[in-house]
């Protein structure tokens, strides 16, 4: 597979374009675009958040894509995401002006289509369907354009975690209570995956995101932009540049098991990887979980004993907490309540699934182990 790299040091759309068209160039996009092609940009919205801060795809990014398409002929360009929290008008509208989307390129459309459609999946997929929002069913062309980050559950978000916001709003933690186990889980988001099959993926590293990602991290800038048509080996190559062991994430672990990724194939084209890479900060939930040292064949036991001794919980600071109800409305298992506009947990339930934390605008909330 071919996977670019160019090193672009700061926000600077010219040089963020040059690194795009590079990229799509070494990857052949041209050759697939055609006049009157409907083009779905698949960003990383989380969460309504500035975009000085590295926990969405920054809209100079997104620019600088559709750029590109529009210089290659194509006018029919919508941007869709579904954030974590409700899909509607309202709220996506707050989406878009808080990430900085209002001064997006003139031909990209901000999707306000909040239906989704049913897709079937084939007869071996654990999943038989997925609802995906709309504008994806009826895109032509996908690209996927994700930011480079941990993530409390998953340990990692790159190109296959950025799918799962084709799920519209609040179906989301209802897939985590569905399956609340990290292999399960896992399973079902290469199998989201390979449904929504992105073309292209644009990986956004100029700042990316250590420590309690996927939103309570903090800046770790690599200063890169990547893209690939194969996302599965590209999250292995990005983990690798982020110092983690790949194969410790399980999503990446299965990607490889399935033949998804082939990490052994993978030709290299741009700038060289840099030389002074450090590794990335693992969220709190990580941070006692060494199976990733361990050889593959001990990795998967290990990971299941370990996460029944070291099971997460979150816990609230009832200081910080500003009693907006974001963890309540996102927790799968109903086990939040906001009272005297504090947010209250009950452990019975608990699925660990982190998505209170996710949702949490003011950082209020840590991780508590078992142990
Ligand atoms: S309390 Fe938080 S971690 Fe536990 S199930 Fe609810 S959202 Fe998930
Ligand atoms: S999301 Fe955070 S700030 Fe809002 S109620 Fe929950 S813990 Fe408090």
């Not at 084939?122 to 895109?139: G, Y």
């Not at 690798?240 to 299965?254: D, K």
Request: aromatic share 8%; with cysteine; net charge neutral.
């Amino acid at each position: 597979m071919i996977q670019t790299l160019y090193n672009v040091e700061e926000y600077n759309e010219e040089k963020i374009y040059e690194a795009v068209s590079k990229s799509f160039e070494a990857l052949g996009v041209a050759n697939d675009l055609k006049p009157g092609m409907k083009v779905v940009l698949k960003p990383n919205l989380v969460m309504a958040k500035n975009p000085q801060y590295p926990v969405t795809t920054h809209p100079a990014v997104i620019n600088a894509v559709a750029e590109y398409l529009h210089a290659h002929g194509i006018d029919d360009i919508t941007l869709a995401e579904s954030s974590g929290g409700l899909y509607n008008a309202e709220y996506m509208k707050n989406v878009y002006r808080t990430c900085g989307l209002k001064a997006l390129h003139p031909y990209i459309r901000l999707n306000m289509d909040f239906s989704s459609v049913s897709v079937n999946c084939p007869d071996n997929f654990a999943n038989h369907s997925f609802n995906l929002i709309t504008p994806v069913t009826n895109a032509d062309y996908i690209i996927n354009i994700c930011k480079l980050k941990t993530h409390a559950m998953t340990g990692f978000s790159g190109g296959i975690k950025n799918l799962f916001g084709t799920i519209p709003g609040l179906e989301k933690p209802q897939m985590h209570y569905r399956w609340p186990a990290i292999e399960d889980f896992s399973r079902m988001l290469l199998e989201l995956a390979q449904t929504v099959n992105p073309n292209v993926t644009v990986i956004d590293a100029i700042d990316a995101m250590e420590g309690n990602g996927p939103t309570g991290g903090t800046s770790h800038p690599l200063h890169l932009i990547m893209a690939a048509r194969d996302f599965y080996t590209q999250d292995y190559f990005a983990a690798g540049l982020m110092g983690i062991e790949p194969e410790s994430i399980v999503m990446i672990r299965q990607a490889v098991e399935r033949g998804l990724a082939t990490p052994d194939d993978i030709t290299l084209v741009g700038d060289p990887v840099p030389a002074d890479l450090t590794p990335f900060v693992k969220p709190d939930t990580h941070k006692l979980d060494f199976s990733g040292s361990l050889p593959a064949f001990l990795a998967k036991p290990a990971t299941a004993v370990m996460s029944h001794f070291l099971k997460s919980y979150p816990k609230v600071d009832k200081n910080i907490c500003v009693g907006c109800g974001k963890c309540a409305e996102s927790c799968p298992a109903h086990i939040i309540k906001i009272e005297n506009h504090k947010a209250k947990f009950t452990k019975r339930g608990c699925i660990s699934c982190f998505c209170c934390q996710e949702m949490c605008p003011a950082k209020a909330i840590s991780v508590k182990r078992a142990l």
